[in-house]
């Protein structure tokens, strides 16, 4: 079985259009990325992430993907987990 994480969560940005190639490409080599889909309308970017902590998670959007160049805003939501 694979890696179990804590938290997931799924990132929306908005990325400068000239340099939309160049972002996605740095955000797919992360290793918290799981998964990149581009996109039309207000955000160009959904980033699927798993890490193991709230603290994680804010490293990541804070330290790691904030800081690439072109990322313009983001929207982070955290998954809820249902029983059953």
């Known amino acids: 079985m694979g890696e179990k994480y804590l938290v997931e969560s799924y990132t929306l940005a908005r990325v400068q259009p000239s340099k939309d190639y160049d ?3 740095k955000i797919k080599e992360l290793k918290e990325v799981k998964e990149v889909i581009t996109t039309y309308g207000e955000y160009d970017v959904i980033i699927k992430i798993q890490v193991n902590s709230l603290d994680e998670l804010d490293d990541f ?3 790691k993907l904030r800081t690439i160049d072109g990322v313009e805003a983001t929207t982070t939501l955290i998954s809820a987990r249902f029983p059953g």
């Open 23 to 25: 972002v996605y490409n």
């Open 61 to 63: 959007v804070f330290k």
